[in-house]
C-alpha cells in the first residue's frame, strides 16, 4: 500500500543534541512537507520541497535543516539551535509542486519528540 | 488577528444531533478550502474539500461563504465516531508555494 513512513514514532533528546527524522514516501508525490503541532495550536510549516534538490523555508524554519537527494525522501533535523524542540511532527507530501493550496495533503503517523 | 481561526470547542453533542462549525479566515484572495479530521495523538486526513458552490459528502456538508470569509462544516445524525478534532485548513497568502494554513482545529465530543 502506497503512503508515507515517519520514523521513528517516539523519540526522546537530551539538550544540545541534533535529531533527524526520516520521512520517506512510495505514492511518487512531487512534494514534500514538514510541519509541528503544538497543543492548541494549529500545524506549523517548518520546511517544503516541491521537487528533488530544491526546498523552501517555511513559518518556523529557524533551529531546523532538511535535504530533498531523492523523491521519496525527506528527513528533518531538529537541531540543537530549535529552542523549543519539544512537539508533535509531522511530515506530509501531495501529488503536484503547484498551484499551491490546492494539493491535497497526506501525512505520515507523525513523530513524537521529547527533549528531557 | 489569525490567518485561520477556530472555535477550539469543545462542542459537546448527543448522538444524532446536527452540529455545526465555522472558520474563518482573513486573505480573501485564498482559494482552495478543506476540512480535515485529526483523532487523538494521530495525523490529519481530509474530510473533505469545500466548493464554492457547497458540496455534501454522506452526513456531512460544507459551504463557503467569500463575502463573509468564512467556510462551515455540518454534521448531520451525529455518530460516536465523529468524535475527533475538525482542521480548518486555507491556502495562504503566495499562491505560488505549497504553504497551507492550518486552524488550531475545533475539537467535537459526541455522548451516547
Known amino acids: 500500500d502506497g503512503g508515507i513512513t515517519q520514523s521513528p514514532k517516539y523519540l526522546f533528546r537530551k539538550e544540545g543534541q541534533n535529531v533527524t527524522l526520516s520521512c520517506e514516501q512510495n505514492?511518487?508525490?512531487?512534494?514534500m512537507y514538514w510541519y509541528r503541532q503544538d497543543p492548541g495550536q494549529g500545524l506549523r510549516l517548518i520546511y517544503y520541497?516541491?521537487?528533488?534538490?530544491?526546498?523552501q523555508k517555511g513559518d518556523i524554519a529557524e533551529g531546523y535543516s532538511v535535504s530533498r537527494e531523492k523523491k521519496e525522501s525527506f528527513p528533518l533535523t531538529v537541531t540543537s539551535a530549535q529552542k523549543n524542540p519539544t512537539a508533535f511532527y509531522l511530515c506530509?507530501?501531495?501529488?503536484?509542486?503547484?498551484?499551491?493550496?490546492?494539493?491535497?495533503?497526506?501525512f505520515g503517523a507523525g513523530s513524537r519528540l521529547t527533549v528531557l | 488577528r489569525k490567518e485561520v481561526e477556530q472555535d477550539p470547542g469543545p462542542f459537546n453533542v448527543p448522538e444524532g444531533a446536527t452540529v455545526a462549525f465555522n472558520c474563518t479566515y482573513s486573505?480573501?484572495?485564498?482559494?482552495?478550502f478543506f476540512w480535515y479530521r485529526q483523532d487523538c495523538r494521530k495525523e490529519p486526513k481530509l474530510l473533505m474539500s469545500?466548493?464554492?458552490s457547497g458540496n455534501e459528502d454522506g452526513r456531512f456538508t460544507a459551504q463557503l461563504n467569500r463575502a463573509s470569509q468564512y467556510i462551515s462544516l455540518l454534521i448531520r445524525d451525529s455518530k460516536l465516531s465523529d468524535s475527533a478534532t475538525y482542521l480548518c485548513?486555507?491556502?495562504?497568502?503566495?499562491?505560488?508555494?505549497?504553504?497551507?494554513?492550518f486552524g488550531q482545529g475545533t475539537t467535537l465530543q459526541v455522548k451516547p
Open positions: 485548513v486555507v491556502n495562504g497568502r503566495s499562491s505560488n508555494t505549497g504553504k497551507l494554513i
Open positions: 505514492l511518487n508525490h512531487d512534494a
Open positions: 506530509a507530501s501531495s501529488r503536484d509542486r503547484g498551484p499551491a493550496g490546492a494539493n491535497v495533503l497526506t
Open positions: 520541497s516541491q521537487i528533488v534538490n530544491d526546498f
Open positions: 469545500v466548493y464554492s
Open positions: 486573505n480573501s484572495a485564498s482559494q482552495s
